[in-house]
């Protein structure tokens, strides 16, 4: 059974950054491309970006260009996405999920979601 | 970039009614557009992928179709706990846009 589980609750200062990692178990993990999905409250879902371990190659949304990075330690099967420059509308659920399937875009698991919470 | 429009942005239904929710694309995705269904405090769940695949293990009562730029996803028969959020997501271009969400009440 393939599980995502996700770093915890972060609360930080604007201007600040945030790196949040993302552990797989149950699976072949660098096979699977890991996408970044965000939530803020009340909101719906935003694609961020994603990385395929085994190609160790990112695309990110334009919207967030320059201030997200994603990586992934095959070694460990962990995903990361930090995201810097913070603001207050940074503040949201960020969730990696598994993009599966022929297209790769089958997105089949989802880790439990974190809260970013960007206050001064 | 490719837009997703979603309808209707909510609507309420009676336990055992057909439910059905569209999302238009900007331009032509063919048939690659995946469904899920967020209930409050939990993460996104896969129902359809490629337009009309049940994801295994979904229920026979939800579906989906279209192709090119305008799809349908129907519940055949609202259920108690189906009262949930609804998203449309497109993965033709990047990025994989997701709709607006549909949020489905029990009447």
């Known amino acids: 059974q393939v599980q995502l589980v996700q770093s915890g609750a972060e609360v930080k200062k604007p201007g600040s950054s945030v790196k949040v990692s993302c552990k797989a178990s149950?699976?072949?993990?660098?096979?699977?491309?890991i996408s970044w999905v965000r939530q803020a409250p009340g909101q719906g879902l935003e694609w961020m970006g994603r990385?395929?371990?085994?190609?160790?190659?990112?695309n990110y949304a334009q919207k967030f260009q320059g201030r997200v990075t994603i990586t992934a330690d095959k070694s460990t099967s962990t995903a990361y996405m930090e995201l810097s420059s913070l603001r207050s509308e940074d503040t949201a659920v960020y969730y990696c999920?598994?993009?599966?399937?022929?297209?790769?875009?089958?997105?089949?698991?989802w880790g439990q979601g974190t809260l970013v919470t960007v206050s001064s | 970039d490719i837009q997703m429009t979603q309808s209707p942005s909510s609507l309420s239904a009676s336990v055992g009614d057909r439910v059905t929710i569209t999302c238009q694309a900007s331009?032509?995705?063919?048939?690659?557009l995946n469904w899920y269904q967020q209930k409050p405090g939990k993460a996104p769940k896969l129902l359809i992928y490629?337009?009309?695949n049940l994801e295994t293990g979904v229920p026979s009562r939800f579906s989906g179709s279209g192709s090119g730029t305008d799809f349908t996803f129907t519940i055949s028969s609202l259920q108690p706990e189906d009262i949930a959020t609804y998203y449309c997501?497109?993965?033709?271009?990047?990025?994989?846009?997701f709709g607006g969400g549909t949020k489905v009440e029990i009447k």
């Open positions: 997501q497109q993965y033709d271009n990047l990025p994989p846009f």
């Open positions: 149950g699976g072949t993990f660098s096979s699977y491309a």
């Open positions: 331009q032509d995705i063919s048939n690659y």
């Open positions: 990385i395929i371990p085994i190609l160790g190659i990112a």
């Open positions: 999920a598994r993009g599966g399937g022929s297209s790769g875009w089958q997105i089949d698991y």
């Open positions: 490629d337009a009309s």
